[in-house]
């Protein structure tokens, strides 16, 4: 993926912080001209966004309070995929206990880096095809409603929030632009 | 921007680790049904991306090292903006550093949650329009080159990476759905 050598070759790395969701580290780097430096990052191996198509062309979308941003946004569904789980397994779970779907078709659409800066997270982007709809079965500390709704009217909800959620608009430029490989 | 009562009850905030860049916390809260729970988050209150386009439709793109994912990513220029910094300022400043260009049109084209679930960072996004090319001014552990190329090469470059950069995707598909505000 890169021509160029390593700019940092990586001296120590230490977990500062581990729980249940990620973990929080720092590594000490050096630089070609020798400069020393620090790099404190999550530690955050993949995710999930679900972008669910019913077969006349509509879709559902979440709505999520997000508790640091104290608002509610409207969001594919989407999940944490830990090192030793299979991302299309995690996204089956999430479009079943989210949004309370099945689906038949699963299509990988792309992958991106969601806070490249910060976290080391590649998202991976499935389409769900062939839908069936189930329970939904959250967390108590998940507050979701599902609305399906046309196509076109979802992106325009994703995209005109007051805060939009960078997630659902990474994995629709990715969906729009056609498959590629999850 | 939500109706719905809060769900989340904050009882504490603990500042874990705080650098330079960020601050990772840990807020503890409860639930209406009274459970209890834990959130870990990274404290980052916002950052810019900024979209060039020249008088002839042609953007500039960098092609930035990224030290957590091992490899180089295709981006609009980008940058952190701290709480007592104003947006627009880190934006020009930015482009200036990174791209080598400064501009005398400025348009705020929308707003996102790059990591929502982990970050409360809120990106805005701004068009800079009007350019002149002037020297980069890059830090040391900063690796990046800047492209020039047509509108339709630039986003199917910025879409079709191994790895996509998710801010460049989310601000491409604000951008693209007409103006908003940052």
Not at 29 to 52: C, K, W
Not at 89 to 114: C, H, M, N, S, Y
Not at 121 to 149: G, K, W
Request: with cysteine; proline share 6%.
């Amino acid at each position: 993926m890169t021509v160029d050598p390593e700019p940092f070759t990586r001296l120590s790395r230490e977990v500062l912080v581990a729980n249940q969701w990620h973990r929080y580290c720092r590594d000490r780097y050096v630089l070609a001209d020798r400069t020393e430096g620090e790099y404190f990052y999550v530690d955050m191996p993949g995710s999930v966004t679900v972008i669910p198509r019913f077969a006349d062309g509509s879709t559902a979308l979440c709505r999520v309070h997000r508790y640091l941003l104290g608002a509610d946004f409207w969001e594919f569904p989407t999940g944490g995929v830990q090192p030793d789980q299979d991302p299309l397994d995690i996204a089956k779970l999430e479009l079943r206990e989210e949004a309370g779907l099945t689906a038949a078709q699963w299509r990988p659409v792309g992958r991106f880096a969601p806070y490249k800066g910060v976290a080391n997270e590649v998202c991976r982007v499935f389409a769900a095809e062939d839908l069936q709809q189930v329970e939904q079965d959250l967390e108590p500390s998940e507050a979701i409603t599902v609305h399906r709704m046309g196509w076109a009217e979802a992106k325009q909800t994703l995209i005109h929030q007051p805060v939009a959620d960078g997630h659902s608009l990474a994995a629709l430029q990715l969906y729009d632009a056609g498959a590629g490989q999850a």
